[in-house]
């Protein structure tokens, strides 16, 4: 069985627990940058993850077309999703809710909220002033929780263990 990453990032944070993912994940691992990268052929494919983080209140743009493009194959899939995002409890589930289609989530063996990381050192002017204006936050900060990585891979792991 083989399982794609697909996930975008922007200051690196998505990338970095994509990569504490893959090192979790019991299948055969490709992962594709979408922002950086082109896909080949999905269906080829038994699980697919998707992950990306908040920016401005939503999930990146490629993410969105990737899911729009591909949810009728997307469906037929064992699916997992992923959020990287600094809100916590009821914002942070609004914020997943609003990034995947319902028919995906309820589609998905595994969902998880990631946490996330204000890189101030990484973003532009504008970002930082809004940053900091939204959230008061001035210097780097982190709140991924690999732990939570960790769940979400076993989810994953465990289903496609039932599956062979």
Not at 16 to 36: F, P, Q
Not at 42 to 57: K, N
Not at 73 to 86: A, H, V
Request: hydrophobic residues 40%; proline residues 1%.
């Amino acid at each position: 069985m083989s399982t794609l990453i697909v996930y975008a990032t922007k200051h690196g944070t998505t990338e970095k627990a994509v990569e504490r993912l893959e090192e979790m994940l019991s299948d055969t691992i490709d992962k594709v940058n979408i922002g950086k990268e082109r896909i080949n052929n999905i269906e080829e494919y038994d699980c697919i993850v998707i992950g990306g983080s908040i920016h401005m209140g939503n999930i990146q743009k490629k993410i969105r077309k990737f899911i729009k493009t591909n949810e009728q194959l997307l469906i037929t899939k064992k699916i997992g999703l992923f959020l990287c995002c600094m809100r916590t409890d009821q914002e942070a589930e609004d914020q997943f809710n609003a990034a995947y289609p319902e028919i995906l989530r309820n589609q998905a063996i595994a969902t998880e909220l990631f946490g996330g990381e204000f890189i101030i050192s990484k973003m532009s002017k504008l970002d930082k002033m809004i940053i900091e204006k939204v959230s008061g936050e001035t210097e780097d900060s982190s709140s991924l929780n690999v732990k939570v990585i960790e769940r979400f891979a076993k989810k994953i792991n465990d289903q496609l263990v039932l599956e062979r």
